[in-house]
């Protein structure tokens, strides 16, 4: 990317910024300098300081030390209205939506039309939103109900409602994590359009492949300091990979020789309903046997979701059958799909992998709560439960190491997936379905993710993989099935894969 288009006006500058939550050291004197007209990337480990860092700029915290300006005036935030009033938008990790209220009314809640004296006029804003959605590429159905709609949807709505606000400076955390490759490169165009017209992108990301197809530079964090800030044309993936984790990076991951048993979930002829009531799965026959990983690749919006659900009890199917081990499996309820042998990273962390306020270690062991050693004769054992978690937490390296007692809402979002693998892993089910294992982490805590998935594997297990980064499939599985329409329309092995052959049959092109 010719960096010489960057306009040399600065945005922001951060000076030593440093921000403490009690005894954590969030940021320790951590700098920024952003450019009009520049797509800057901050990479860093889960829990590095970058969104802290940016949740300061956007005034969801004060500094405890140090200085912000903004087009070279120095500025304290007391809240995000008064970043929207200098014209910084953010879009979060974890989404900012309200589950009942539709997709326009999400996006323009604050910023609503009106008709009359006191009437949002809600048929423009509808107009409004989807002229903006059809703009942009980020097409959503604007009358739906956000509680009803998948994580990529929901990403979709929350930059849509960052657009929708038009700031000058424009954040966005992860903002691709739940996005398509076809969607990620509409964005793609869509950040660099913003920056040629003079905007200021940040994007907060651990895809150092989509920092060096988008950013101009990009600043790295480490353990909440500043590493340093590089041209990205100057640097390698692998380069930026080492100085994010102080350490070599493997991008390849390593497996045993590949010697599939007997088959542990069998699905034949499943058919099911998307919210709306419509047949999402049309027929779905799927395979996954001892000691193979089986990644399903597929465009959001083909069923996924929905299999996934319905394979860890969480909605029903209309017809079909489903064994798992053997024992049937058809329609089952969580804890009976558990006692069977199946266990689950399910897509959304939050909403489905964890209870937020409960401890860290209560997450790492709550489905095996009531059993020895965490508990005996109907009383808990704490001192059993702390030691367990002490060594999850450092075996799976989750950050930071004396979080054992702290609510599961004060980690960073890939630390709190870091928990939820730790708990799935360890469970040692003879069926393991990850789907989006490793989305928002860094190239760190992905390498762990997906050595752990591997030597599950490589213990017989199955694992079924569905997952939207193709690059994760063609790493980790042995067996890819494709998914369109809500039926696998081809597959082939892992040996055999090919880029471009896989998107076209993800999008309802030539089968396998």
């Given at each position: 990317m010719d960096t010489s288009e960057v306009r040399n006006i600065p945005a922001v500058e951060m000076r030593d910024i440093t921000k403490v939550f009690g005894r954590v050291?969030?940021?320790?004197?951590?700098?920024?300098?952003?450019?009009?007209?520049?797509?800057?990337?901050i990479l860093g480990e889960n829990g590095a300081g970058k969104t802290t860092l940016m949740n300061i700029l956007y005034g969801l915290y004060q500094p405890s030390s140090g200085k912000i300006l903004v087009r070279g005036n120095q500025v304290r935030f007391s809240g995000p209205n008064d970043a929207i009033a200098a014209g910084i938008g953010m879009v979060h990790q974890h989404f900012m939506l309200i589950p009942p209220f539709s997709v326009v009314e999400n996006i323009i809640l604050g910023m609503e039309p009106?008709?009359?004296?006191?009437?949002?006029?809600?048929?423009?804003?509808?107009?409004?939103?989807?002229?903006?959605?059809?703009?942009?590429?980020?097409?959503?159905?604007?009358?739906?109900?956000?509680?009803?709609?998948?994580?990529?949807?929901?990403?979709?709505?929350?930059?849509?409602?960052?657009?929708?606000?038009?700031?000058?400076?424009?954040?966005?955390?992860?903002?691709?994590?739940?996005?398509?490759?076809?969607?990620?490169?509409?964005?793609?165009?869509?950040?660099?359009?913003?920056?040629?017209e003079g905007k200021t992108v940040v994007i907060i990301t651990h895809k150092l492949k989509e920092i060096k197809a988008m950013a101009h530079r990009c600043t790295i964090m480490r353990q909440g300091k500043y590493v340093g800030t590089v041209d990205v044309n100057a640097v390698s993936t692998q380069d930026m990979a080492a100085m994010m984790v102080g350490r070599q990076v493997e991008f390849t991951t390593k497996k045993g020789p590949f010697r599939p048993g007997k088959d542990i979930l069998r699905i034949r002829g499943l058919h099911a309903r998307d919210y709306r009531g419509v047949e999402i799965l049309k027929g779905l026959d799927l395979s996954v046997r001892q000691g193979e990983i089986v990644g399903l690749a597929g465009i959001d919006g083909n069923g996924q979701t929905e299999l996934a659900e319905i394979l860890s009890g969480l909605r029903k199917a209309d017809s079909g059958s489903i064994t798992i081990c053997g024992a049937d499996a058809f329609n089952k309820t969580p804890d009976v799909l558990f006692s069977l042998g199946a266990s689950s990273i399910p897509e959304d962390r939050q909403k489905y992998g964890l209870i937020l306020d409960l401890s860290v270690s209560q997450n790492l062991v709550i489905q095996n709560i009531g059993k020895e050693p965490f508990s005996r004769?109907?009383?808990?054992?704490?001192?059993?439960?702390?030691?367990?978690?002490?060594?999850?937490?450092?075996?799976?390296?989750?950050?930071?190491?004396?979080?054992?007692?702290?609510?599961?809402?004060?980690?960073s979002g890939g630390n709190?997936?870091?928990?939820?693998?730790?708990?799935?892993?360890?469970?040692?089910?003879?069926?393991?379905?990850?789907?989006?294992?490793?989305?928002?982490?860094?190239?760190?805590?992905?390498?762990?993710?997906h050595r752990y998935l591997a030597a599950h594997r490589d213990q017989g297990k199955a694992v079924l993989l569905i997952s939207f980064e193709l690059d994760e499939i063609m790493d980790l599985a042995d067996t890819i099935?494709?998914?369109?329409?809500?039926?696998?329309?081809?597959?082939?092995?892992?040996?055999?894969?090919?880029?471009?052959?896989?998107?076209?049959?993800?999008?309802?092109?030539?089968?396998a």
């Open positions: 050291r969030a940021n320790d004197k951590a700098q920024l300098t952003l450019y009009a007209g520049e797509i800057h990337a009106l008709q009359g004296i006191g009437r949002i006029d809600i048929k423009t804003a509808a107009r409004q939103v989807e002229e903006l959605s059809r703009q942009y590429g980020l097409h959503v159905d604007v009358n739906a109900k956000i509680q009803n709609i998948s994580v990529g949807m929901q990403q979709r709505v929350e930059i849509l409602k960052a657009l929708y606000r038009g700031a000058d400076i424009l954040i966005l955390d992860e903002p691709t994590a739940a996005l398509t490759p076809q969607e990620i490169t509409e964005l793609s165009s869509i950040l660099k359009g913003l920056a040629q004769r109907g009383r808990l054992c704490p001192k059993a439960i702390g030691a367990y978690a002490k060594e999850q937490i450092l075996q799976f390296d989750i950050r930071p190491q004396d979080c054992e007692n702290r609510p599961a809402r004060q980690l709190q997936q870091k928990i939820i693998v730790a708990r799935e892993v360890q469970n040692n089910k003879e069926l393991l379905i990850a789907v989006n294992p490793t989305r928002g982490l860094d190239v760190g805590a992905i390498e762990y993710v099935q494709v998914i369109y329409d809500g039926k696998i329309t081809g597959g082939m092995s892992s040996d055999m894969a090919d880029e471009k052959q896989l998107g076209l049959m993800m999008a309802g092109g030539d089968q």
